[in-house]
């Protein structure tokens, strides 16, 4: 219906048939392994509804959009600008939205019909609000559990030190999923290191 995916299939987290359905986080507690692409975190047209869900709560920019998205999953996904504007174009050129000028931004407010396609479309937004919610729980717990008896006794600025390291690994991945093998190898000499010390 009008360019957003309404299909019965959804890609959620542990959904079977899905490219990151049985990978996890840190190898504990989401599946034993890394996640292959959080840009997946979205289905094709998921996008799409949340932006016109959250632009109907209150007008937004491209930019609250995305801080949005971030803050509902615990700092762990966030999509692009190049993805975000663009569906926001879109949804614009369809009726859905329309932008106000706001200095060198532009503020996205709902229209009638886009507050007709989202109520058309209410319960698979707040499914995919529901799917980010969670994710973002299990990054919580994630992040809670490795600063638990394994991490907690770290001295503060080597645990954030940790966090970015795992964070960077996680968005490299998250570019190319092919570029796994060589992060393995950089983190496989990095532990080296840090065994010689």
Not at 26 to 42: C, D, F, S, Y
Not at 152 to 163: E, S, V
Not at 165 to 188: C, G, S
Request: aromatic share 6%.
């Amino acid at each position: 219906m009008d360019g957003i995916d309404n299909s019965a299939r959804r890609c959620g987290f542990g959904t079977p048939g899905c490219r990151w359905s049985r990978r996890g986080l840190g190898g504990r507690g989401l599946g034993g392994g890394e996640m292959t692409r959080a840009g997946r975190m979205l289905a094709q047209g998921d996008l799409k509804l949340i932006a016109l869900a959250l632009i109907a709560e209150q007008p937004r920019h491209g930019y609250d959009i995305i801080k949005v998205i971030e803050e509902r999953t615990a700092g762990w996904y966030a999509p692009s600008p190049g993805v975000v504007y663009p569906t926001l174009t879109y949804l614009e050129e369809m009726g859905h939205v329309v932008a106000q000028p706001e200095g060198a931004k532009k503020l996205y407010v709902i229209t009638d019909d886009g507050r007709d396609q989202l109520a058309g479309n209410r319960a698979l937004a707040d499914a995919v609000f529901e799917r980010l919610a969670t994710f973002g729980e299990m990054m919580r717990q994630q992040n809670n559990h490795a600063g638990g008896a394994d991490g907690g006794d770290l001295p503060p600025l080597l645990r954030a030190a940790l966090d970015n390291l795992r964070e960077a690994a996680i968005r490299q991945v998250a570019k190319d999923v092919d570029n796994e093998a060589e992060l393995v190898a950089i983190l496989a000499r990095a532990a080296g290191e840090l065994r010689r010390v």
